[in-house]
């Protein structure tokens, strides 16, 4: 049994709500009155989306943003202040294979995971001025989670009613283990993903005419499924 030599000053649990950016501020102090520093911050909040857009209620897009997007680059703010102040530390971004590619019923996601992946590939340029300074996306495929049962979907009152099945997806360990591998060598953008859904990636990237071209024909029986009532397809990433 490995016994841990963390002692009750070495943990802090802070409630956080990323929607409520006023209070963001307060809370990397409380972090700082209580540690002196941060090292590192991890991104890792959010809500992914199973709903067309031609469905969906446009309040549903703004939650989305407010999320994943908003209250993401809101809290990274604050404890970047802090983190030039030391000319050191590391913000890690928990963004989605959906960050680098499309895919239907989940067009609002999407666009949060591209925007947080534009915001950060952007701001790793406005840094350069502190090398110790890194800026890290954890881009992951599926990975067995509860993020579909809080999926959002056409309307913010709405729940899905069906997970579907999870066992074809990356276990949530060895996710959390890649990540972590990732941030301890600074890789700058990590894709954690098994495959089909990690060459679709790079299809993405070196053949993007061949990848909208898949995604075509996969994303109809995706729909179809949807409509059907069946919400987790293996051949197509989540």
């Given at each position: 049994?490995?016994?841990s030599?963390?002692?009750?000053n ?9 929607t409520d950016?006023?209070?963001?501020e ?12 941060i090292?590192v911050?991890?991104?890792?909040g959010?809500r ?5 857009f ?10 989305i ?7 993401t680059?809101?809290l ?7 983190m030039?102040?030391r000319?050191?530390?590391?913000i890690v ?8 590619m ?11 995971k ?17 090398p ?7 881009c992951?495929?599926?990975?067995q ?7 959002f979907t056409?309307?913010?009152?709405k729940s899905?009613?069906?997970s ?9 360990d060895?996710?959390a283990?890649?990540t972590?591998?990732?941030?301890a060598n600074?890789?700058?953008?990590a894709?954690i ?11 993405w990237q070196?053949?993007p005419t061949w990848a909208?071209?898949l995604m075509?024909?996969?994303?109809k029986r995706r729909?179809?499924?949807?409509k ?5 397809v ?5």
């Amino acid at each position: 049994v490995e016994i841990s030599s963390l002692s009750e000053n070495d943990i802090l649990v802070l409630r956080l709500d990323l929607t409520d950016r006023s209070s963001h501020e307060a809370a990397t102090n409380s972090v700082l009155k209580h540690f002196g520093k941060i090292d590192v911050l991890v991104n890792n909040g959010g809500r992914s989306q199973r709903s067309l857009f031609v469905d969906t209620n446009l309040d549903v897009y703004n939650a989305i943003i407010e999320l994943n997007y908003l209250g993401t680059i809101s809290l990274t703010k604050y404890v970047l202040n802090h983190m030039i102040q030391r000319k050191r530390g590391k913000i890690v971004t928990v963004s989605s294979v959906m960050g680098i590619m499309g895919a239907p019923l989940a067009t609002g996601y999407c666009a949060s995971k591209h925007a947080l992946q534009g915001f950060f590939n952007s701001l790793r340029t406005e840094l350069t001025d502190y090398p110790e300074i890194k800026v890290i996306q954890i881009c992951p495929g599926p990975v067995q989670s509860q993020i579909i049962q809080n999926v959002f979907t056409e309307n913010l009152a709405k729940s899905i009613k069906n997970s579907g099945d999870q066992s074809h997806k990356m276990p949530t360990d060895r996710c959390a283990r890649l990540t972590l591998v990732s941030v301890a060598n600074d890789v700058l953008e990590a894709w954690i993903s098994d495959h089909p859904y990690l060459a679709v990636c790079y299809l993405w990237q070196y053949a993007p005419t061949w990848a909208w071209w898949l995604m075509n024909r996969m994303g109809k029986r995706r729909i179809q499924n949807f409509k059907s009532g069946i919400v987790s397809v293996q051949c197509v990433p989540l």
